[in-house]
Nanobody
Framework: QVQLVESGGGLVQPGGSLRLSCAAS????????MSWYRQAPGNQRELVAT???????NYAEFVKGRFTISRDNAKNTMYLQMNSLRPEDTAVYYC??????????WGQGTQVTVSS
């Protein structure tokens, strides 16, 4: 069973940057479409960004121009570079497959808090 471990979150001021990492226990990023998700307290989990197996990317409107998804296949790791962070970006961030029927077990996520 594939394990996903998210890291890199923290407390940052509005306008700041963070880079999140998603490490997989096996080589998956060059094979499958993978996504970043986030869930804020009281809200449903929402899709943030996707990197397809061919390397193309897609973003939710609310992060376009601010976030960049990428991957390093050799390191079995996917990244989310987050710039110009806003308080409304505060959430726990997770990574997983794009389709719910294909989900791996969810990791613990990484907390991102944007506050002055």
């Amino acid at each position: 069973q594939v394990q996903l471990v998210e890291s890199g979150g923290g407390l940052v001021q509005p306008g700041g940057s963070l880079r999140l990492s998603c490490a997989a226990s096996t080589s998956i990023f060059s094979i499958y479409h993978m996504s970043w998700y986030r869930q804020a307290p009281g809200n449903q989990r929402e899709l943030v960004a996707t990197i397809f197996n061919d390397g193309t990317t897609n973003y939710a409107e609310f992060v376009k121009g601010r976030f960049t998804i990428s991957r390093d296949n050799a390191k079995n790791t996917m990244y989310l570079q987050m710039n110009s962070l806003r308080p409304e970006d505060t959430a726990v961030y997770y990574c997983n497959r794009i389709r719910s029927v294909d989900y791996y077990p969810w990791g613990q996520g990484t907390q991102v808090t944007v506050s002055s």
